[in-house]
């Protein structure tokens, strides 16, 4: 699936149309990934935020980006990593699901994402490798609209997890 491109980089720094923020439920910013891209935007992306109030885990929320390059954030609440007993894989594909929902919603035709739930929320990183490229490639296989959607890996260890699951995609 030529569309989805796995890169290393910083997603503050990303040119597209709209990024996706790992954030919390109650979108009012955190650490990792949500700092850095409210750090990046400025104040105004949380005035926006607290608009929003809050978002349940595995839907998302859409906001403009403001100091970004990127046109839009979408952000998205992925699960927690308890174990794998409590719905935790559905919930992280329906986070892939809804934010790329969102993106056609609002005309968005390329998307890039931080590695979910795989920083402080403890998901095993070669899980939601493949979670997240099933469900992305599952997605634009049924929406020629969204023409590409890329993983902006942090390090070198997720990255290595991505292509893995890329190039296993049946
Ligand atoms: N660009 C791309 N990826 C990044 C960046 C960045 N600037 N900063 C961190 N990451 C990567 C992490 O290295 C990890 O691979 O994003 C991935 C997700 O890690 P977290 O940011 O910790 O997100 P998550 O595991 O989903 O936990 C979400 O952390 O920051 C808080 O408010 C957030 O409570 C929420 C929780």
């Not at 929320?61 to 990127?70: E, F, G, M, S, V």
């Not at 992280?92 to 919603?105: D, I, M, P, Q």
């Amino acid at each position: 699936m030529s569309r989805i491109e796995i890169i290393r980089g910083d997603i503050t720094q990303s040119c597209v149309d709209a990024i996706v923020n790992a954030a919390n439920c109650s979108l009012l910013g955190g650490g990792g990934v949500d700092g850095a891209i409210h750090r990046a935007a400025g104040p105004e992306l949380l005035a926006e935020c607290r608009t929003l109030h809050g978002c349940e885990t595995g839907k998302a929320k859409i906001t403009k980006a403001y100091r970004l390059p990127a046109n839009y954030v979408i952000h998205t609440p992925g699960p927690v990593w308890h174990g794998g007993g409590h719905g935790e894989e559905e919930l992280l594909a329906s986070c892939y699901r809804s934010c790329l929902g969102l993106a056609s919603e609002n005309g968005c035709k390329s998307v890039d994402f931080p590695s979910i739930s795989t920083g402080v929320y403890h998901f095993p990183l070669e899980k939601a490798a493949k979670i997240a490229i099933g469900s992305i490639a599952a997605y634009l296989n049924t929406h020629p609209e969204i023409e590409r959607v890329r993983m902006v890996c942090f390090d070198a260890r997720t990255e290595g997890f991505y292509l893995d699951a890329l190039e296993k995609l049946a």
